[in-house]
């Protein structure tokens, strides 16, 4: 959530207080989706990141052509068909399935990216484009006899350029960089690390350096360092950069021994004798087809004969080719279709209408064609035949169908909880992408398509979660790559929470995998880490202001609260990051250390003690809160994420801290469809994934049903392609969205809440159950986990509900590791009673229980 947003404070307040709560349903069925959403069908670690939004479209070349979406692609089979209902062909496979009914029609629409490898004989591109950003045309005007594509640019929002060349493995090559700053004027807007495997990097300040529409070259001598035989290229913002959109004229790739010329290469005369190039007319990358499978049922009695329509809505350069029968977007992606193009319409707007030739459906029968959407590559697919497409949905079912991803660890008896959970993990790889050899967990697929840091140790959990531990210590490595030479990790400015939270994923991840000898081998970096905290605290005794003494700097909150302020949840995450740098030390012996920086986070905490005495404050209901910024100026709930991650997974406050019971009460009285009312930038709005933030800090409070029905109202607001947006609006308003879609880290958060109400660790202790959802021990019902990560080892479980529904039967493997002193099986969810005693089991041994689910009786 990175957007800036002003209130009115006294005016949200009386909308708060005079808006109805709508309570939050038990059962799960999406009856709060938003009333529009896109869906991703890329394939796992894709740099192609395709999208089909919920009226069936493809959507292409985020933020480009001065709107969303520069390019959507559609077919009209009739005027006056309806849209009926979207889905997946199955959780785990990402093909998109539209219905629209029309008199005497039924129409299916299935989008699907194609899987196929490319073939053999096809030659592999020299140099790939990965990042998966844009290109923007006409965007600087270098000097007169420079080669006119320099006016273009890649461009990359919010994130880094990525290319790969193929070398022999250990080869080199001279590299070529040309930039050419269009928009600045200033220096200190645009500074950029060039970075090419092998070489020194050099940052260059696009105007300081070079000046506002003057193009420069600058060479690299690229070696395959770990030889894979891919030389990797990365155009990064630099973190002092105002400006962190990233920018690249042209990449050119020569053999080592090429003489650098610059004049020559700026002039164009080089092009000819180089192995590969990239700018905005070839950006390179792997080729991609999506295919749009449009089958048409007639449902009448009589034959019907209709004149689809191909429509491609287009800010980029387009031209139809009748002798190919091509539609041509942006130089060098096309789109065909296997029925004949018979003429345009609107070829004077973007909207442009492709006549396709009528297709007669006889009575009872259906008529299927296909449209092709071939992009990527600096050259074109070859068209596609209705029956290649449906090989390629053929082969796309079986590729999804059979793909390594970490299914099958959690299963719940509830059918859309489970679809939620299966798609969560799909969405979670395929927003992933490789950078610099290493997997990048990311948000989402256009304005979060990249790496936040908190963001990412909440992904980077649910996938060491659910097995996939080696990928996420990737993940964690690449998060690692941020750390700057003063100690300090840096991806966002202002943003010292980040420390904290990298010290919380590092030693989180070493206890789920159980490798103290990783965490001893980090542990330099992590030390660090924690002093760079340690310096910020002191700055804060010198600087002008007494409101954060002892704390840290003012900073940038996020979650709903702009600008650089003195606030709360940089302490709030760099408090719970030292404590678990203290737990680490504890871990591995070091004594010593481990004292020594209890002092420093115990000074910390009574600084953070002192300040919140001064800024408590009382909502309109009575309830004590403290708010995240130290001058009170906004709404109580807002930006309160912090807080709740302070609860848990930070564990700074002892269970019956007032602090905590007065927050958790002032946001309970927000409720609104059982989630946080006006937490995040749309201060009439749901910030949806901060339902599992809000669940589990209930969830550590001890109020596990409370934990429950928020996971249940988080799921009630997916859409039905088991996809959320970041925030949006209450059912019935006029809808607002904010931020990405899908977004990832919503998937992340439903997975960890999901797995933490059946097993949750509590110190030395391992907790089963407090969040069971009391549906989930209805008659015949399935809760398994099957070798989760915990502190402990791998847990592995059964919990099968009789036909009856009148006991179930509990079968425990033993944990793997003599730190857990016991298992705490949780029953108030079986027998309705809150005041059942819970069971304490041996973790050494395994357990098979008979268990009624009403009354005391137990059979082992």
Not at 82 to 105: F, K, Y
Not at 325 to 335: A, L, S
Not at 639 to 651: R, S
């Amino acid at each position: 959530m990175r957007l800036r947003m002003a209130i009115l404070l006294p005016a949200l307040l009386a909308q708060v207080a005079l808006l109805p709560a709508v309570s939050a349903p038990a059962a799960v069925d999406f009856r709060f989706a938003p009333p529009e959403w896109q869906t991703a069908i890329c394939l796992p670690d894709d740099p192609h990141k395709s999208l089909v939004d919920r009226g069936g479209e493809l959507l292409y070349h985020y933020g480009q052509g001065g709107r969303e979406f520069g390019t959507r692609v559609g077919v009209e089979v009739t005027a006056n068909a309806v849209w009926q209902r979207q889905e997946l062909l199955s959780p785990r496979i990402p093909m998109v399935r539209t219905w629209r009914a029309a008199d005497g029609l039924e129409i299916l629409e299935e989008t699907f990216a194609v899987t196929d490898p490319r073939p053999a004989d096809q030659e592999q591109p020299v140099l790939r484009r990965l990042d998966g950003g844009s290109v923007n045309r006409d965007w600087a005007v270098p000097p007169a006899g420079v080669d006119p594509v320099m006016r273009h640019i890649l461009v990359h929002q919010g994130g880094a350029i990525r290319h790969e060349c193929v070398v022999p493995p250990g080869g080199g090559r001279r590299i070529a960089l040309v930039l050419c700053e269009g928009w600045w004027k200033e220096p200190g807007r645009r500074i950029q690390i060039l970075r090419v495997e092998g070489a020194e990097p050099r940052t260059v300040d696009t105007v300081d350096d070079i000046g506002q529409n003057v193009a420069a070259a600058f060479w690299f001598d690229a070696r395959d360092v770990d030889g894979d035989g891919q030389l990797w290229i990365q155009v990064e913002a630099a973190p002092q950069a105002s400006d962190q959109n990233t920018i690249l004229n042209g990449l050119w790739v020569f053999p080592p021994d090429t003489e650098p010329d610059s004049q020559a290469l700026l002039e164009g005369e080089l092009n000819r004798v180089a192995l590969a190039r990239a700018n905005a007319t070839t950006p390179g990358g792997p080729l991609r087809d999506d295919v749009m499978l449009v089958r048409v049922t007639n449902t009448g009695t009589t034959a019907r004969t209709v004149r689809p329509r191909l429509v491609v809505d287009t800010r980029l350069p387009f031209a139809f080719e009748p002798q190919t029968q091509r539609v041509r977007v942006n130089d060098h992606e096309t789109i065909s279709a296997s029925l004949r193009i018979t003429g345009v319409a609107g070829a004077e707007s973007a909207r442009r209408v492709m006549q396709l030739e009528s297709i007669t459906v006889a009575e009872g029968a259906s008529v299927t064609f296909c449209v092709r959407y071939g992009g990527g590559g600096s050259r074109a697919s070859e068209s596609v035949t209705l029956e290649q497409a449906m090989a390629c949905r053929a082969r796309a079912v079986t590729y999804w169908e059979q793909a390594p991803l970490p299914y099958g660890r959690v299963q719940v008896p509830d059918p859309n909880v489970q679809a939620l959970l299966d798609g969560a993990v799909r969405n979670i790889w395929q927003a992933r992408e490789i950078k610099q050899g290493l997997p990048a967990f990311q948000v989402g697929p256009t304005c979060y398509r990249g790496l936040w840091i908190v963001d990412g140790a909440f992904l980077l959990e649910a996938a060491t979660l659910l097995g996939a531990g080696q990928e996420a210590r990737s993940g964690v490595a690449y998060e690692l790559t941020f750390q700057q030479p003063d100690g300090r990790i840096q991806v966002m400015r202002d943003y010292s929470k980040e420390n904290g939270i990298v010290l919380w994923t590092c030693v989180r991840h070493a206890q789920l995998t159980q490798d103290p000898a990783w965490l001893e081998s980090l542990w330099p970096r992590l030390e660090r880490i924690a002093e760079h905290i340690r310096t910020l605290r002191q700055q804060t005794l010198t600087n002008d202001s007494r409101l954060d003494d002892g704390l840290l700097p003012a900073g940038f909150p996020d979650g709903g609260i702009g600008g650089v302020i003195e606030e709360y949840t940089n302490p709030y995450w760099n408090l719970a990051g030292l404590r678990a740098f203290v737990q680490a030390a504890q871990w591995l012996g070091k004594v010593d250390t481990a004292a020594r920086w209890q002092r420093e986070y115990d000074d910390f905490m009574a600084a953070f003690r002192r300040a919140a005495q001064r800024d408590l404050n009382t909502d309109p209901q009575g309830h004590p809160y403290l708010p995240i910024r130290m001058d009170g100026q906004d709404l109580p709930q807002r930006g309160q994420w912090a807080f709740c991650h302070a609860v848990y997974p930070g564990q700074i406050f002892a269970p019956d801290d007032p602090l905590v019971t007065g927050t958790l009460a002032m946001l309970e009285a927000t409720e609104r469809e059982g989630m946080v009312y006006g937490t995040g930038w749309d201060a009439t709005g749901l910030w949806n994934y901060f339902a599992s933030f809000y669940g589990h800090a209930w969830l550590w409070q001890g109020h596990g049903d409370k934990a429950a029905r928020a996971l249940i109202a988080f799921a009630n607001h997916a859409a039905p392609t088991l996809v959320w947006r970041e925030e949006q609006s209450l059912r019935g308003e006029p809808f607002r969205k904010v931020g990405d879609m899908p977004h990832n880290w919503a998937s992340a958060e439903f997975i960890r809440l999901a797995v933490h109400l059946l097993a949750l660790d509590r110190g030395r202790e391992l907790h089963l159950f407090e969040g069971l959802p009391a549906d989930w021990v209805a008659p015949g019902a399935l809760t398994r986990l099957d070798r989760v990560a915990t502190p402990f080892g791998p847990m592995t479980l059964n919990l099968q509900v009789s036909a009856d529904g009148r006991a179930a039967d509990l079968r425990i493997e033993p944990l793997s590791d003599p730190s857990c002193t016991k298992i705490v099986v949780h029953r108030a969810s079986w027998t309705g009673d809150s005041d059942s005693r819970a069971l304490e089991l041996d973790p050494a041994r395994s357990h098979e229980l008979h268990i009624r689910t009403s009354g005391s009786d137990l059979d082992k």
